[in-house]
């Protein structure tokens, strides 16, 4: 397993001379190579969750199959990735569902703020019916998804002032992903939602070009926000998954029996990067603290939610009231 940090495009155009020189009965003897790209660096819950696939893989194929890490948005950013898969020039990613409801529009229900009481009832609505039924509405977007990875719960920072209602974010310019509904809840509480591909968002928060993000405690650690950001506000305002995905070009070549070590592998990085998220949510606070970030613990949800009854009537129309209903009704 090796993991670089070159463009997609040298990536590919590398393969293309190796198989263009290559012999057949050499080229038969090659192991199948796997570009696997992620946001993230190395040590992060997206790197746990790469390795922990990519280790599974290659001992379930006898080395038949590498994988070459490109962590650290070395391909592009999120967009980017899921565009790679499309095409064919990437074959695996671990994405959130961020970028992915401009994609595959029904994942953006699970993007809905407050829909989960707590992670237990995230995994069970991912682990079960739901979730996987929408595991397999991806195949028609042009992506073959195997498994739900975790970010854990979203939280507030921002450089202007500590935020505890609604109230507090008027105005604040923040970093949302690209997906209408995260963009919808900001808006709707009065903030200036920004939509901005990850790789710009440090460089954007030490310009001053906005004022705040919202990320997972594990984002907010490994990519050390508390560089960037003074002020974090516990609002736990959505829970995030993450996709662990294959390209089909690259599925339709493999056996029934590397797709079931893909499959498996999948699911053993999904489980890695929740024991991932289960950690850094115990000791990471403590950090960012240590690193001088000043943190409301005590954030009033009730009243985001409350200001966000406009936002749930749009939700309800979007993926129906029953959708909702089914996820909210999990134990």
């Known amino acids: ?45 997206y790197g746990a969750a790469a390795q922990a696939w990519s280790e599974s893989v290659e001992k379930a194929t006898n080395g038949s199959i590498k994988f070459k890490h490109f962590p650290s948005s070395a391909l592009g950013g999120e967009r980017e990735l899921i565009e790679g898969l499309q095409l064919g020039t990437v074959e695996a990613v671990i994405v959130s ?60 920072t921002n450089n202007k002032h500590p935020v505890n209602t609604p109230a507090d974010l008027k105005g604040l310019k923040i970093r949302v992903t690209e997906n209408p509904v995260h963009i919808t809840a900001f808006r709707t509480l009065g903030a200036s939602p920004t939509p901005m591909s990850w790789p710009e968002v440090i460089g954007a928060l030490q310009q001053g070009t906005i004022d705040g993000q919202e990320n997972p405690m ?70 960012v603290k240590a690193a001088g970030m000043q943190v409301v613990e005590s954030v009033d949800k009730s009243a985001f939610q409350k200001a966000l009854e406009p936002a749930y009537k749009q939700y309800a129309t979007k993926f129906g009231q029953k959708t909702l209903d089914q996820i909210t009704s999990v134990k």
């Open 97 to 156: 569902t961020g970028a992915l409801s401009n994609f595959v529009p029904d994942v953006g229900v699970v993007d809905i703020p407050f829909l989960f009481r707590d992670t237990a009832h995230a995994r069970a609505v991912l682990d079960g019916a739901f979730g996987q039924e929408l595991l397999g509405k991806f195949q028609k977007r042009g992506l073959i998804a195997l498994a739900w990875g975790e970010q854990g719960f979203r939280h507030l």
């Open 218 to 287: 594990s984002v907010i650690v490994s990519a050390k926000l508390p560089q960037v950001q003074k002020y974090l506000s516990l609002t736990g305002h959505v829970y995030a998954p993450m996709a662990l995905i294959v390209s089909p070009g690259f599925w339709g070549g493999l056996s029934d029996a590397q797709k079931a070590a893909f499959t498996q592998g999948a699911k053993a990085g999904a489980q890695a990067s929740r024991k991932f998220v289960d950690d850094v949510e115990q000791k990471g606070l403590a950090e």
């Open 1 to 45: 397993m090796r993991i670089v940090s070159r463009r997609l495009a040298l990536a590919a155009a590398s393969a293309a001379a190796v198989a263009g020189f290559a012999t057949p009965s050499a080229f038969a003897q090659q192991a199948k190579e796997v570009k696997l790209g992620y946001a993230l660096a190395v040590n992060s819950h």
